[in-house]
T-cell receptor, first 116, second 116 residues
């Protein structure tokens, strides 16, 4: 079974600085998707970025980028020029296809604090 | 992004009663909807996956007779918590995905259930 591990329960970053959130996963599949979701205090889950496993190029969305190491099964999120609005819980998620249906597995989350 | 609504956003019910939570995809056809449960300061736990017109697939440990899921149309799924007890108090989140949205998962804003 697939597992997703986020080893950092909480991280802090100074405003305008860069922070990296870690995520590792375990799977025997070769084709899958990985995601980072943000959950602010409103608790509305928001997609930050996604990575397709067959793509070697790391995904980038504005200030957010990933470092995808498929062999190491590592999928870290880098947030550049951190802003106060980035403060939230961040969840790493793995998506696999089971019998034609997608299934998502979430990590335990990392709480990011942004210091002014 | 796509819009997914949940109703109600907050509900209080007495022990032994049943409560229904609705999840609607407002601007796309959701062939698959997911129901999650989130305890305070914890990750999302997948409860079940429902495909339109089919019976829901429940995760191990989730009582299908207690958490009734119906996905009768491409825009609506419901979760009914039957004979609710205080331990069922939690934050319930639905998400929807479909072909037209590249099977991306769009989340509803969540429903806070309190059983007294």
């Amino acid at each position: 079974a697939q597992t997703v591990t986020q080893s950092q329960p909480e991280m802090s970053v100074q405003e305008a600085e860069t922070v990296t959130l870690s995520c590792t996963y375990d799977t025997s599949e070769s084709d899958y998707y990985l995601f980072w979701y943000k959950q602010p205090p409103s608790r509305q889950m928001i997609l930050v970025i996604r990575q397709e496993a067959y793509k070697q190029q790391n995904a980038t969305e504005n200030r957010f980028s990933v470092n995808f190491q498929k062999a190491a099964k590592s999928f870290s999120l880098k947030i550049s020029d951190s802003q106060l609005g980035d403060a939230a819980m961040y969840f790493c998620a793995y998506r696999s296809e089971v019998s034609g249906t997608y299934k998502y597995i979430f990590g335990t989350g990392t709480r990011l604090k942004v210091l002014a | 992004g796509a819009v997914v609504s949940q109703h109600p956003s907050w509900v209080i019910c007495k022990s032994g009663t049943s409560v229904k939570i609705e999840c609607r995809s407002l601007d796309f056809q959701a062939t698959t909807m997911f129901w999650y449960r989130q305890f305070p300061k914890q990750s999302l736990m997948l409860m079940a996956t429902s495909n339109e017109g089919s019976k829901a697939t429940y995760e191990q440990g989730v009582e299908k007779d207690k958490f009734l899921i119906n996905h009768a149309s491409l825009t609506l799924s419901t979760l009914t918590v039957t004979s609710a007890h205080p331990e069922d108090s939690s934050f319930y989140i639905c998400s929807a995905s479909g072909f037209s949205r590249d099977y991306e998962q769009y989340f509803g804003p969540g429903t806070r259930l309190t059983v007294t």
